[in-house]
C-alpha cells in the first residue's frame, strides 16, 4: 500500500507551503461583497503585446490574464497607494491560501487563552483526519518536526505527541491538511468564521480538506459537483468527521483511494472537474484577510499568527516575507506580504486555474510568487500587469 499511496500522492492535489517552496460558489465567477480595492489607473500607453501563456513562469501568468481573463484573480497592493486588480471579487477556487483563517483563528484563541500552544495532541489523534490524498504533504509535516514515518501511510509512533503548535508549524509550513481539519474541529466553525469576518472576509467558506478529498474518493455519498458550496460544504464536513470517528470507514477510504488510484489518467481528470468544485473567495478578500493579520488590524492574536506565517524571518534590508500558496489539478493560489522597515506593508494574491492538471505545482508557486513579490515592489512590474489586467 505505501509504494502505491506514495505515487499516488505525488498525482493527486497537492497543497503548497509557506516558507521554501517545494492549496462559496461551485464553478461560478459571480461578484460577492469583499473587501474594497480601488479601481485599476489608467493603462499605459506603450503596453507590449502580452507574452504566451505559460503557468510556470511570471511572464506567463501575464500571458494567462490576457488570453483567458476569467481564470484570473489578482490584487497587488504595494502599500503605499498603488494599487493593480484584476475580477478582485470573483469567487475561484482558493485551495490551501484559505488557511490563513485557520492560523489568524488559532493566534486569536491562544491570546484570549482557550487554547495553549503546548498543549500535548497524541498523533493518532492528529492522523485520524488524515488520507493520504495530500501530495506528499502530512509526510513532509513529520519530517520537519523529526517524527520517523511510514512511507506516506503515517508515523511510526502514532502515541508519540507534538505540541498544538508544531501542529500550526505543520499547516502553515507543510500545508498539512490533517492538521487543519483537526484545528478545525477543535476551534469549531464559528470561531473560523469570526476570525475570517475579523479580518473583512465575511461569508467565509469553510473548507474540510479531508471533506473534500473523501467527496473525490466516495463521489457516491457527495452531492453532485454542480451542487452549490451551501450543500457541498455540510456534507464535505461530515463525512470528514465520520473518518475522524470510524475507523471502518477510515480503512475503506484509504482502500478505495488506492483502488482509484490504478486508472490515473481518468483519476486526474476527474479530478481538474473536482477542483472547481471546492471551497472558494476571492482575492479581494484573501489580501484583505492578509493584511489585517501581518499589520495587526485582525486585533487578537495577530501577533501570534503572523509570527507563524512570517517564518522566513527579516532580509538584510529589513523587510519581513511571507507567502502561503496552495495547489489543486489545474489549479494555482498564492497570497505574499511584504512589511518593510518603514512599516508599509504590500500585499499581493493570485488566484489561478485552467492549465494543464500534470504542471508541477512547485513550478507553478514559484512563477506566481515572483510575479506577486514584482508587483508589490516594482512599479514598472505593476505596469505591466496593467497592460494585461
Known amino acids: 500500500m505505501a509504494a502505491t499511496a506514495l505515487a499516488l500522492a505525488l498525482l493527486l492535489p497537492a497543497a503548497c507551503s509557506s516558507g521554501e517552496p517545494g492549496e462559496s460558489g461551485g464553478t461560478g465567477t ?203 460544504g455540510p456534507a464535505e464536513h461530515a463525512m470528514a468527521q465520520r473518518f475522524a470517528s470510524d475507523p471502518a470507514y477510515r480503512e475503506d477510504s484509504r482502500q478505495r483511494l488506492v483502488t482509484l488510484a490504478q486508472d490515473v489518467e481518468a483519476y486526474v481528470l476527474e479530478s481538474e472537474r473536482w477542483a472547481e468544485a471546492t471551497s472558494t473567495g476571492s482575492a479581494a478578500q484573501l489580501a484583505g484577510m492578509w493584511r489585517a493579520v501581518i499589520s495587526g488590524s485582525f486585533g487578537p492574536g495577530a501577533d501570534v499568527a503572523r509570527g507563524e506565517l512570517e517564518v522566513l524571518g527579516p532580509r538584510p534590508d529589513g523587510q519581513v516575507r511571507a507567502f502561503k500558496g496552495g495547489s489543486f489539478p489545474g489549479v494555482g493560489t498564492v497570497a505574499v506580504s511584504v512589511r518593510r522597515p518603514d512599516g508599509t506593508i504590500g500585499v499581493g494574491v493570485l488566484l489561478g486555474r485552467g492549465f494543464a492538471p500534470t504542471i508541477d505545482a512547485n513550478e507553478v508557486l514559484v512563477a506566481q510568487l515572483r510575479l506577486l513579490t514584482e508587483a508589490t515592489e516594482d512599479p514598472a512590474a505593476r505596469a505591466r500587469v496593467l497592460c494585461v489586467a
Open 30 to 232: 459571480a461578484a460577492v461583497p469583499a473587501a474594497s480595492v480601488p479601481p485599476n489607473p489608467p493603462r499605459p500607453a506603450d503596453c507590449a503585446p502580452p507574452p504566451a501563456t505559460d503557468p510556470t513562469s511570471a511572464d506567463g501568468w501575464l500571458g494567462i490574464l490576457a488570453a483567458t481573463p476569467q481564470d484570473v484573480g489578482l490584487v497587488a497592493d504595494d502599500g503605499r497607494g498603488a494599487v493593480v486588480s484584476h475580477a478582485p471579487d470573483a469567487q475561484m477556487p482558493v485551495a490551501s491560501a484559505a488557511k490563513i483563517v485557520h492560523v489568524a483563528a488559532y493566534g486569536r484563541a491562544v491570546a484570549e487563552g482557550r487554547l495553549r500552544p503546548d498543549e500535548q495532541v497524541r498523533i493518532a489523534d492528529w492522523e485520524n483526519w488524515y488520507l493520504p490524498s495530500d501530495g506528499g504533504a502530512h509526510a513532509s509535516a513529520l519530517d520537519l518536526l523529526g517524527i520517523p514515518r511510514n512511507g506516506v501511510v503515517g508515523a511510526v509512533d502514532p502515541n508519540r505527541t507534538v505540541t498544538l503548535q508544531q501542529m500550526v508549524i505543520a499547516i502553515v509550513q507543510a500545508s498539512d491538511n490533517a492538521a487543519t481539519d483537526y484545528l478545525r474541529d477543535r476551534l469549531g466553525d464559528q470561531a473560523l468564521l469570526d476570525a475570517a469576518a475579523a479580518g473583512g472576509w465575511q461569508g467565509f467558506d469553510v473548507p474540510s480538506e479531508l471533506g473534500a478529498q473523501l467527496a473525490l474518493v466516495r463521489p457516491q455519498e457527495a452531492p453532485p459537483l454542480t451542487a452549490p458550496r451551501s450543500v457541498r
